[in-house]
């Protein structure tokens, strides 16, 4: 009912910057929040970034003032624009949405597949 195809990870050099985004298609009604989350190897997966509908964004201590989150209504597409990257934000990054999609409608939690991002030191 709601696909997500993620892209933009890959290998960088710490200090440098990557931008993920994550696109929504599908029977989609509408799109609450939208975020990213990341997994490191060893750990659990944790929030990195999320948005409302509104605009409201949040962002785990850790990447406050390195990372900004935007989306694109229109495209059904949210960003992740992340900067001065560290050895430690290295993981696999996915995408959720929380939409309202198919017939009859319903409240979904949607995951993409992730993507990797390694940073080197």
């Known amino acids: 009912q709601v696909q997500l195809v993620e892209s933009g990870g890959g290998l960088v050099q710490a200090g440098g910057s990557l931008r993920l985004s994550c696109a929504a298609s599908g029977s989609i009604f509408s799109i609450n929040a939208m975020g990213w989350y990341r997994q490191a190897p060893g750990k659990q997966r944790e929030l990195v970034a999320g948005?409302?509908?509104?605009?409201?964004?949040n962002f785990a201590d850790s990447v406050k003032g390195r990372f900004t989150i935007s989306r694109d209504n229109a495209k059904n597409t949210v960003y992740l624009q992340m900067n001065s990257l560290k050895p430690a934000d290295t993981g696999v990054y996915y995408c959720?949405?929380?939409?309202?999609?198919?017939?009859?409608?319903?409240?979904?939690?949607?995951w993409g597949q992730g993507t990797l991002v390694t940073v080197s030191s």
């Open positions: 959720n949405v929380d939409a309202v999609a198919g017939i009859p409608l319903k409240n979904l939690k949607v």
């Open positions: 948005i409302t509908s509104g605009g409201s964004t």
